[in-house]
């Protein structure tokens, strides 16, 4: 414990994005960023980054690989606010726009060692039929403000939101404290 | 080789000692290994062979060593003469053989050899092992026989016959051969190599030699099944699958006990099969001797099986699941939700029918409305009876003079010690002990008796009243009648029984008090003796006393006596005997019967009979009659619902009535209550309800046929009055004649009844199941297990209690009380270990350990205490925890508190100490900050307001409209302008995707709840500056100027004034005028421009500066409440040569820096986060007086400019500043505002109202941009018409004293008055929530106010000063949307900037007003529907009605709205002393900041100037800061003359000291690091009324020159 600050202990995570399953789309790209609480912050490692866009695996499943590396360490005095990982899923649509295919958002493991997380995502949804339609023709869906509002609870209420499929991100995260 | 020659002699012996064993080895060996005796041996040459040899024998000294058997390995030459396959390959190493001699050598290495010579053996010894197929040696021959055939050398063959008899020859023989002299020498070399390379090889090769050795000679290696099971057999072990029988298992002679079978419990075991069971025990048997992993019954001890039924933990999906089965939405029918309370039986129970049989017999009244006086009697008399009877029955007062009887005997003999063999100790204690119970049985027996007597008394005082009733009344009502019967009794043994009774009571209460006595006795001996001394001691000290009062008489009196005089105590006094005896005969003759008195036995009987109807009075008659006419009948009311009823009997003389109805209730529910109501009819009348009968649910036990006929009493507290004989009910009667004595009675009765349960057709009781009962029950156990024997299924423990008869013990009804199950359980010593016990055990274990313990109250959170790990207390004494709860209430202090730390004991105290004394202190005005009293009640009102309104919407900060959380396309809508026609967005679709010449697109808001420190820049693009003042050569210093004096009608003329550019002459040409450049400061950050040369400078540079909210917070109620400013301050850099010696000026520079504060330009966060973008042209703000800089202009520049330039005086600089991101400005908490807004009452018109909504929607309907207002929310909240806030109104008088005859000179003290109160956005005061508008006189208490206060104050003023005045609603840079003053003089317009005091012409291009939405005038508004909106093109003449809408036109009349503005304003005279002490605190304040902000340097003082300062700034104040300029340079420079000079004065309103210690800091005079500066400091406050306060402070930095 240094005299200076508050004894913190040490969160390091380091993992990837392995695979997603996204049956009906292809091309898709990864953007990962972390949510946390006041009593957190990060150390070492990227906290945000953009996967590079990944095409179908041609058998069965189907699986869209990234394996995209995630290295981070946080510090933290508290485990209120514990980080979460949220990711968000962007592809092109059938005229070309990017558009998002998903958000979705898990607390990184409590404890130490290799654990593989499957996070069910979701896109927020038109709040009408015609603005359903117009969005789907114009290229311009509904998103988030920011990703990182998946990982909030506040003013969430009235939103509608379509859940979609599923999406395997594997992390291993040594852990230690002080 | 010839080295080893000499040992040749030695070596033939231990060969021959060798050999000697050899035959033995052969023949013993005789493996595969050692094949043919081979002749190669004489093949090899001697010296070799002998070389070899010895190489052997060292081998085989050290196998000798190890083994004698292994010795016959030695047959060397044999083996390599063989051509088996092996060897084969051997030969294919020829060419190895140079290296051989080297390896001979090393080879003579003993230790080296013989390790792995001691390897082979131990191989070899594995190798022999195998035992030798019969008539294998003859293969051997005849395989030898064939080989040598083969070989290829003929000298082989001359060694055959050789080889032939080798078998048959001795060793020495052999050895003789092998001695021979070599002749073949090539083939010995052959063999010579042969050997050596396999030596070579076993030598390179340690372990891989000995390998290749054997499997070189071995044929293929076979052991037959059999054999090698045998082999097995020796090392493994193999137990048997076969049972093993228990004696094995068990010690001897010891018979196997079957616990289970002798009636203990023994759980189940795991299940294990029986094979791999018997395999385990008998490993164990052969492992072990020991026999203790066997139990009594022979089977391996086991625990009972682990494994629970059901899994704990829900099944896990597994990951390779299909998502869409995850994801799927399964069907499922609607289930029917069932009330599980007891009123139901659950769904899993059979809907059985259920039977309670209620059995009404009858009905008798204790009391009835119409009983007459003699049926009140008689009633009693009946209750008395009963009561007599009961008591007779029971008798307790024999049993208790039984009881007497035998103690006082048991004492007799307790107290001759000789019958008893006790100890004398405990005979004493008994005996006391039965003395003392004796004493009570006593007691009791006197009380018994006495009541039975004084019950017998009563009957017949009551039996007398009613035979007297009857005989008053002359007839009888009741058939009661009362026989006292007497039982003769012997007199004189009673006589006898009563004496000895009395005087064995005697001697015993002498005893007694005989203790008593001697206790009594001991206590006051002790006392007595006490007091005695005391009397001694108290003699001698009077005779003491007297001696003294001998000697000084006079002090006798004074003297005062001891307080406490022991009283002197008295002896008890001896019982009396007599006394006694006289009490014991009294008690006993009032208890007792007298002896010889006759025992008297009542009986009642009916008899009696009743007197018939004719010879009855009247009244008695009706009484009679009414109670004919009364039937009762009753209903039964099962769980609140009427299920049956009874029929109506009428009642009888006797008042009973006959039932006898069996009601069969068929019921589903459990019986929740069961009542009977009493109903009476009177003749056709209607019934009422007499009184509620409450029947006890009968237990399961109760059955049909068993039930006891009970009698369930009843009352009811209904008034009854009749008009006959009937003494009615509550109400008071009497019996006596003068009407003393009332009686009130109820009527009351009793009901026989009897409930039970019904029997079904096979036995079995129709009781509902006890699970709908019991809730304890189904709390600890599945419900499942408690279903009662009525389904069927019966629980295994239901079994148990059965067998054990639990039911019959406690009933039925016990099953369902846990605690009484386990008192039954207790008391009945019920084997634990009984096997048939065991479940019902295990339910009581867990009945009473607390574990199910049922609480008879409802908790919420019942597992809160458990999870409670410290104590309330405890947990509010932790500062941690109080941290996290503030910073969770987000107190502003700690709402964005980073890293709370993980320990209380790093939290310091000191975080709470400010929020503690804020929490103090919030309602104490503190002065200390705020220096001036006034404007720090102003900030406290301010502050306090601040807060209710900031908690009032903390709620609506944190709820998000959809909107703040997804971006979404909005709804095509055809109407709408924003987002077009569908069409048309369709339309856009076809445009290109990137088009060739793109247009700009907005830039991307951000709404600010995701960001952090850091994200947020302010972006300052400075562009260029006009007029920046110049530098004022040395030469020109005395030059007086030239516009010594400009009139009004100059500035504001539309033709140019001619400025004489008399001193553009003094400039040499070439020389830099100034070179200035700007520095941007924010938040204490500074970024600064390059330095560009001359008045006109051109930057263009952008500059970039963090934005750091305050606490980290960026919400947008944070972001609103920023005060922070940006000053964009502009200075001269000036190089000082500091060369000293000029002779150096060829070789160096030295120059020194200086930086001369020019003048500012202030603008306030909140409008940059506000307008999002600020471009235009500002007015440097420069002070009055800029010591060694002129605002001259040259010729060239007025030239160009003239006509538009020469209007604006000062100096322009062109900006633009935004944000980096785009922030949204808070206009959706507005929007949620506008909801809690609107609930605000209006006092205006309903009509007014609709009128300003229409009119708004018309004018944002043409321009939307244009700003219209028609109402405004005053201070209170409340809707208000705007122009009720215009009204003329006073300004100060001393102001319009002043210049009374200057009108334009009185509009602009005004107008600097007004310039004079400081600014304070609404938006920050109240963080955006919403714009308020105070009046006037509120304004000028608060002092502070934004646009709209300022500008309508002024406008007042200017009404009343009798100026056509009006309220410019518009836009302005830097404001944005803002409110101006218009007035109209004799021929043009002029716009007040009512914040500044500054006003412009409408053609002013540098006018700050940029567009104009709506004229307000104090009885119209004007919205501007004219085309421009820029004041430069648009015509003010607001009577055409084509230019300017009018609210109030022909169509609405003005209503002749009153004014919320006050009657007059009052101005109190500002307290110059205050002022004064306000004036040198703030100096004093300003030059310790100055002095804080040169921590390195010395700060010197130069009071000489100072002073100088301080009496040229009133003069400024005076002058209003203008053309006072040169006047004072002059006279500075006549006083520091030998001094550089370079300051200025500042001016501002005064609000707090804050503002004025940045804008001194903003102009950077600290920074000056010249060794030998010196400072001077002046501050002048001038007092205005109200409190207005115009501060100026001069400060300069003061340079001696050389």
Same mark, same amino acid.
């Given at each position: ?18 695979? /997603? ?158 | ?23 033995? %080895? ?314 599980? %309370? ?11 029918? $259920? ?41 307790? /007062? ?24 006790? +100890? ?266 007499? /009184? ?42 009497? $019996? ?17 009844? %009897? ?44 079994? /148990? ?311 980290? !917070?960026? +919400? ?94 000062? +100096? ?356 000056? !690091? ?33």
């Amino acid at each position: 414990m240094a005299a200076a600050g508050p004894s913190v202990f040490l969160l390091m995570v380091n993992g990837q994005v392995e695979s /997603a399953q996204f049956p009906e789309y292809d091309d898709l790209y990864c953007k990962y960023c972390f949510v946390y609480g006041q009593d957190w912050a990060p150390t070492a490692g990227l906290e945000e980054g953009i996967s590079q866009i990944t095409s179908k695996s041609q058998d069965v499943r189907q699986a869209l690989v990234w394996n995209f590396p995630i290295d981070v360490t946080f510090k933290s005095t508290n485990p209120y606010g514990w980080p979460q990982i949220v990711l968000s899923v962007y592809g092109p649509d059938v005229f070309g726009n990017d558009v998002v295919r998903g958000y979705g958002a898990v607390h990184l493991p409590f404890s130490p060692g290799r654990h593989k997380r499957t996070i069910p995502m979701f896109v927020p949804e038109s709040t009408s039929k015609l603005q359903k339609f117009t969005s789907w023709f114009m290229g311009r869906r509904p998103e988030y403000t920011d990703p990182k509002v998946v990982a909030q609870g506040e003013g969430r209420e009235g939103e509608n939101a379509e859940a979609e499929r599923l999406k395997a991100a594997q992390l291993m995260l040594p852990f230690s404290s002080q | 080789m010839v080295s080893e020659n000499p040992h040749l002699g030695n070596q033939p012996e231990p060969l021959q000692e060798d050999s000697d064993t050899r035959p033995l %080895s052969m023949t013993t060996r005789r493996g595969p290994r050692s094949l043919p005796p081979i002749p190669s041996a004489s093949r090899t040459g001697f010296a070799e062979f002998s070389m070899r040899e010895r190489m052997r024998e060292k081998l085989q000294a050290a196998r000798s060593k190890a083994e004698s058997t292994l010795l016959q390995e030695i047959p060397t030459p044999r083996p390599r003469r063989l051509q088996s396959p092996g060897e084969k390959e051997l030969e294919t190493e020829f060419g190895a053989e140079p290296g051989e001699e080297a390896q001979k050598t090393q080879q003579e290495d003993d230790s080296q050899s013989r390790s792995r010579v001691k390897f082979r053996d131990s191989v070899r010894k594995i190798k022999t092992k195998p035992p030798v197929p019969p008539g294998f040696p003859s293969a051997e021959e005849a395989y030898n026989f064939f080989t040598f055939n083969f070989d290829p050398e003929p000298e082989e063959s001359e060694e055959k016959p050789k080889a032939k008899n080798r078998d048959g020859t001795t060793q020495e023989e052999e050895e003789g051969e092998e001695e021979e002299p070599p002749v073949q020498g090539i083939h010995k070399t052959d063999e010579q190599l042969l050997i050596s390379a396999t030596e070579a090889e076993a030598f390179l090769w340690g372990l891989d030699h000995a390998a290749a050795d054997f499997v070189a000679v071995r044929p293929a290696d076979y052991e037959s099944a059999h054999v090698r099971l045998q082999m097995e057999k020796e090392l493994l072990f193999v137990p048997s699958r076969l049972t093993v029988p228990t004696y094995k298992k068990l010690p001897e002679n010891v018979q196997p006990r079957y616990l289970e079978d002798e009636g203990l419990y023994i759980g189940t075991r795991p299940d294990v099969p029986r094979t791999c069971q018997n395999i385990m025990e008998n490993r164990l048997l052969t492992q072990e001797p020991g026999r203790r992993w066997f139990g009594d019954d022979g089977r391996i001890v086991a625990l009972p099986n682990p494994i629970k039924p059901f899994p704990s933990r829900p099944p896990v999906l597994t990951q390779e699941q299909d998502f869409r089965a995850e994801l799927e939405t399964l069907y499922k029918k609607a289930v029917k939700y069932v009330h599980r %309370s007891q009123h139901m039986i659950g769904s899993g129970d059979s809907p059985g029918n $259920f039977q309670l049989d209620i059995d009404i017999s009858g009905l008798i009244f204790t009391h009835h409305p119409c009983f007459s006086r003699e049926h009140v009697l008689a009633a009693k008399l009946a209750q008395l009876y009963d009561q007599y009877l009961a008591r007779h029955q029971r008798n307790k /007062a024999k049993f208790l003079t039984d009881k007497l009887q035998a103690l006082r005997n048991a004492v007799q003999t307790g107290l001759n010690p000789e019958k008893t063999h006790k +100890s004398l100790d405990t005979t004493q204690k008994t005996i006391n002990e039965y003395k003392s119970e004796i004493r009570q049985t006593r007691k009791l027996r006197d009380a018994e008796q006495e009541k039975d007597r004084m019950l017998l008394k009563t009957i017949i005082k009551v039996w007398k009243e009613m035979k007297s009733l009857r005989e008053f009344q002359r007839f009888t009502n009741t058939p009661l009648k009362l026989v006292l019967r007497k039982e003769k009794v012997d007199q004189k043994a009673d006589e006898e029984a009563y004496e000895a009774e009395i005087q064995a009571e005697i001697s015993e209460l002498l005893e007694e008090h005989m203790e008593e006595h001697e206790q009594k006795m001991e206590a006051y001996r002790a006392a007595y003796q006490q007091w005695k001394a005391w009397k001694k001691a108290q003699r001698a000290k009077k005779k003491k006393k007297k001696q003294a009062v001998e000697e000084h008489p006079e002090e006798e009196m004074g003297e005062p006596y001891p307080e406490e005089d022991p009283v002197k105590p008295v002896p008890p006094e001896p019982t009396d005997r007599a006394l006694m005896e006289h009490q014991v005969r009294e008690r006993a003759a009032r208890s007792r019967r007298r002896p010889g008195e006759p025992l008297l036995v009542p009986e009642l009987s009916l008899a009696g009979s009743v007197t018939p109807n004719e010879q009855c009075p009247r009244v008695e008659v009706l009484r009679r009659e009414d109670v004919k006419r009364r039937s009762i009948y009753l209903k039964v009311i099962f769980n609140d619902k009427e299920v049956s009823r009874t029929d109506s009997r009428p009642l009888g003389a006797d008042f009973r009535v006959h039932f006898g109805q069996i009601f069969n209730l068929q019921i589903f529910n459990w019986p929740e209550s069961l009542t009977l109501q009493v109903y009476e009819t009177v003749g056709h009348s209607g019934t009422t309800l007499l /009184a509620e009968v409450f029947l006890p649910i009968p237990e399961t036990t109760i059955v049909t046929g068993r039930a006891p006929i009970e009698e369930v009493e009843f009352s009811s507290n209904q008034h009854v009055t009749l008009d006959h004989e009937g003494v009615g009910s509550g109400m008071p009667f009497s $019996f006596e004649a003068d009407g003393s004595n009332q009686l009130i009675l109820m009527t009351s009765g009793k009901v026989s009844n %009897s409930v039970a349960w019904a029997i079904g057709e096979n036995g079995i009781p129709l009781i509902p199941p006890l699970s709908q009962q019991n809730i304890g029950f189904r709390s600890t156990t599945p419900s499942s297990s408690v279903h009662v024997v009525a389904n069927g299924r019966i629980p295994p423990f239901l079994c /148990a209690l059965k067998r054990a008869d639990a039911i019959s013990s406690i009933g039925t009804s016990g099953l369902t009380d846990l605690k009484k199950l386990a008192k039954w359980a207790a008391e009945s010593k019920l084997d634990p270990n009984d096997p048939n016990n065991a479940p019902l055990m295990q339910l009581i274990s867990v009945a009473t350990s607390g574990e199910s313990y049922v609480p008879d109250f409802f908790r919420l959170e019942q597992l809160q205490q458990e999870f409670n790990f410290v104590s309330d207390e405890e947990l509010n004494r932790s500062k941690r925890f109080r941290l996290l709860c503030l910073r969770s209430q987000e107190v502003p202090e700690f709402r964005n508190y980073k890293q709370i730390p993980a320990y209380d004991r790093e939290i310091m105290e000191k975080v709470f100490q400010d929020y503690e004394k804020w929490l103090r202190d919030r309602n104490v005005i503190e002065t200390k900050d705020h220096i001036d009293p006034h404007r720090a009640m102003v900030a406290k009102y301010l502050q306090q307001v601040r807060e209710s309104v900031i908690n009032r919407f903390l709620i609506a900060k944190h709820h998000f409209l959809l909107s703040d959380l997804i971006v979404e396309e909005e709804v095509p809508n055809i109407s709408s302008e924003g987002s077009g026609i569908l069409g048309l967005s369709l339309f856009k679709l076809a445009e290109q995707k990137r088009p060739l010449r793109p247009r700009r697109k907005g830039r991307k808001k951000v709404t600010a709840q995701n960001l952090s420190d850091g994200d947020i820049k302010v972006l300052v693009n400075i562009i260029r500056a006009y007029d920046i003042p110049v530098r004022k050569p040395t030469a020109s210093k005395f030059q007086q100027p030239s516009r010594s004096s400009r009139t009004f009608s100059e500035k504001h003329a539309a033709s140019p004034t001619t400025h004489s550019p008399t001193h553009s002459a003094d400039y040499p040409l070439g020389q830099v005028l100034v070179r200035p450049f700007v520095e941007v400061s924010f938040q204490r950050t500074i970024c600064h421009t390059t330095t560009a040369e001359g008045p006109n400078p051109s930057w263009n540079e952008e500059l970039e500066l963090p934005f750091r909210a305050p606490n980290g !917070d960026y +919400s947008t109620s944070s972001l609103q409440s920023v005060k922070d400013d940006v000053f964009i301050n502009i200075f001269d850099e000036v190089l000082y040569d500091v060369l000293e010696d000029d002779r150096e000026r060829g070789s160096g520079i030295h120059t020194r820096i200086e930086r001369h504060w020019l003048g500012c330009v202030k603008i306030p966060f909140s409008t940059i986060y506000f307008q999002a973008k600020i471009d235009g042209t500002f007015k440097i703000d420069i002070p009055p007086v800029l010591l060694g800089y002129s605002k001259e202009r040259s010729m060239i520049i007025e030239r160009g400019f003239d006509s538009v330039r020469s209007l604006s005086e000062g +100096s322009y600089i062109t900006l633009f500043i935004t944000m980096e991101p785009q922030l949204v400005p808070g206009e959706s908490v507005r929007e949620k505002m506008s909801d809690v807004l609107k609930k605000f009452d209006s006092q205006e018109d309903e009509k007014l109202l609709q009128a300003t909504e229409k009119f708004q929607a018309e004018c944002a309907l043409k321009f939307p941009h244009r700003q219209c207002l028609t109402t405004v929310t005053d201070i209170s909240g409340k809707t208000v018409f705007i122009t009720r806030y215009l009204k003329p109104l006073n300004p100060p008088q001393e102001l319009l004293e002043g210049c009374p005859n200057n009108p334009q000179a009185t509009a602009e003290l005004v107008a600097r008055y007004v310039s004079l109160i400081p600014f304070l956005p609404d938006a920050v005061s109240f963080a955006g929530i919403c714009d308020l508008w105070s009046t006037s006189d509120q304004f000028l208490d608060l002092l502070a106010g934004d646009e709209e206060e300022h500008a309508v104050l002024l406008c007042n003023y200017f009404l009343s000063l009798g100026k056509k005045a009006w309220l410019v609603m518009g836009s302005a840079i830097p404001e944005g949307p803002t409110a101006y003053v218009l007035t109209r003089e004799q021929s043009h317009y002029l716009i007040w900037n009512p914040c500044s005091g500054h006003f412009y012409g409408q053609f002013d291009t540098f006018c700050p007003l940029k567009s104009v939405g709506c004229l307000i005038g104090p009885d119209n508004i004007w919205f501007n529907i004219q085309r421009h909106d820029s004041p430069l093109r648009i015509n003010f003449d607001v009577t055409k009605p084509k230019l300017w809408k009018s609210f109030f036109s022909r169509s609405l009349l003005y209503p002749g709205l009153s004014s919320v503005q006050p009657e007059e304003l009052i101005y109190q005279r500002t307290d110059k002393a205050a002022a004064a002490e306000l004036q040198d605190r703030i100096e004093k304040i300003l030059k310790e900041k100055i002095m804080d902000w040169r921590p390195r340097h010395l700060t010197r003082w130069n009071r000489y100037c100072t002073s100088a300062l301080r009496h040229f700034l009133p003069l400024l104040e005076r002058s209003r800061g203008e053309d006072v300029e040169d006047d004072h340079r002059g006279e500075l420079l006549k006083q520091l003359g030998d001094y550089r000079f370079s300051g200025f004065p500042l001016h501002m309103p005064y609000s707090e000291l804050k503002p004025l210690i940045e804008a001194v800091y903003s102009t950077g005079v600290h920074n000056i !690091d010249v060794p030998n500066v010196e400072f001077a400091l002046a501050v002048y406050i001038h007092p205005y009324p109200k409190n207005v306060l115009s501060v100026w402070i001069y400060v300069a930095s003061l340079i001696r020159n050389r």
